[in-house]
Nanobody, 111 residues
Framework: QVQLVESGGGLVQFGGSLSLSCAAS????????MGWYRQAPGKQRELVAV???????TYSDSVKGRFTVSRDNRKNTVYLQMNSLKPEDTAVYYC?????WGQGTQVTVSS
């Protein structure tokens, strides 16, 4: 059974950077999409970025140009590099692969 474990959240100032990692158990994940969603207080969970097994990426308009999603299939790990962070990026970030969610990691951006 696939499990996803995130790391790397925290508190950062406006304009700063953070990097998230998500390690997946099970080699099957190297053949499926992986990505990141986020949920801010009082809001629905929303797509941040997704990357296919072949490396094609999709980003939400709100993070395009600031965030970069990547993956290392040998390590079954997906990454999210977040630059130029804004207070509106504050949320719990969840790692995702079809049928599975990570436990979430808090990202807080102070103004």
């Amino acid at each position: 059974q696939v499990q996803l474990v995130e790391s790397g959240g925290g508190l950062v100032q406006f304009g700063g950077s953070l990097s998230l990692s998500c390690a997946a158990s099970g080699s099957i994940v190297s053949r499926v999409p992986m990505g990141w969603y986020r949920q801010a207080p009082g809001k629905q969970r929303e797509l941040v970025a997704v990357i296919t097994s072949g490396g094609s990426t999709t980003y939400s308009d709100s993070v395009k140009g600031r965030f970069t999603v990547s993956r290392d299939n040998r390590k079954n790990t997906v990454y999210l590099q977040m630059n130029s962070l804004k207070p509106e990026d504050t949320a719990v970030y969840y790692c995702w692969t079809p049928g599975r969610w990570g436990q979430g990691t808090q990202v807080t951006v102070s103004s």
